[in-house]
């Protein structure tokens, strides 16, 4: 934890990598504020927390009710030092479905649009913050069945580079963070080998080990990040028919 982050905001807080990361936070003595849909669900996580922690009911895909979970947080805990923009859905398949495409979207990135919109005036005012935002490998590179959330974690990619510069210059360290297979409900009904596949624990550990750092990605595991880095520098043709032999002929 940087020695500034003493209230920390975590969307989709009440499970997998989300609520690993509050565990830790918690166990260093910081305030956490946990968001998610499934109230049940946060109130259970708040209580197994040794720290201070509060569960704060919101869905992403609606603004009013991001400005108004945002404008709490900030009238009972001011603006929050950190903000891990985490809370995501994960529906594959290789059906393409412009429902399945905007549900992703809605959640994985117009979400962390609307967190951001909330959050960046206190912070920019402020001068300090940070803000964490969870992408994924699936963004680097068209992998099929993957459509819906390869596109939002790639657009999600698109827009951190976009806005860290500003950010920077406005005294708020924006990163994002690229883990590879987690074990967590989003991928437990995973029908594919999951290679180097790691707990929420390990890969909390990993993500607070970047944070101490000044890097703008926190990427791991290397053993599988490096390669599906080299495949973005082929040319896409070659890119494509790689993708196929590695995908084999995957059905729904
Ligand atoms: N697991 C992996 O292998 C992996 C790899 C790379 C990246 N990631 C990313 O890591 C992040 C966390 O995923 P996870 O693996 O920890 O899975 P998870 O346990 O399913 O966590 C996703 C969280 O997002 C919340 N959420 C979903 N839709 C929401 C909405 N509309 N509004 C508010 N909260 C919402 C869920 O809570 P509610 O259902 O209560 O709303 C849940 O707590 C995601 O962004 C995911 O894309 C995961």
Same mark, same amino acid.
């Given at each position: 934890m ?8 975590i ?5 997998? %990598? ?8 918690s ?22 927390l040794?720290?201070?922690a509060?569960?704060?009911p ?11 979970a945002v ?23 290789t ?13 994985n ?56 510069p500003e ?21 437990a ?12 624990d390990?890969?909390?550990?990993? %993500? ?9 990605? %926190? ?5 599988? %990040?490096?390669?599906l880095?080299?495949?973005r520098?082929?040319?896409a ?13 995957q059905?729904?």
């Amino acid at each position: 934890m940087t020695a500034l982050a003493r209230t920390i905001w975590i969307t989709g807080g009440g499970s997998g %990598i989300g609520l690993a990361l509050a565990r830790r936070w918690s166990r260093e003595g910081a305030t956490l504020i946990l968001s998610g849909r499934d109230e049940a669900r946060l109130q259970q996580a708040v209580e197994e927390l040794e720290g201070p922690a509060h569960a704060l009911p919101v869905d992403v895909t609606g603004s009013a009710p991001v400005a108004a979970a945002v404008s709490l947080i900030r009238e009972r805990h001011g603006v929050p030092e950190m903000a891990v923009l985490n809370a995501g859905i994960y529906r594959p398949s290789t059906r393409l479905s412009a429902e399945r495409i905007e549900a992703h979207l809605q959640t994985n990135l117009l979400g962390v649009v609307r967190c951001l919109e909330a959050l960046l005036p206190g912070m920019r005012e402020r001068g300090s913050g940070q803000v964490i935002l969870m992408g994924s490998p699936a963004g680097y590179l068209g992998l099929p069945g993957a459509t819906g959330y390869g596109a939002s974690k790639a657009a999600l990619l698109n827009l951190a580079e976009a806005l860290w510069p500003e950010l920077r210059r406005a005294g708020i360290d924006l990163r994002l963070v690229s883990p590879g297979f987690v074990d967590t409900p989003m991928v437990a009904r995973n029908r594919f080998p999951m290679p180097f596949l790691m707990s929420a624990d390990e890969a909390a550990r990993r %993500i607070i080990r970047g944070l101490e750092g000044r890097a703008f990605e %926190i990427a791991f595991p290397r053993r599988l %990040i490096w390669p599906l880095k080299a495949l973005r520098c082929l040319p896409a043709g070659l890119r494509v028919r790689i993708l196929n032999l590695l995908a084999g002929h995957q059905r729904d």
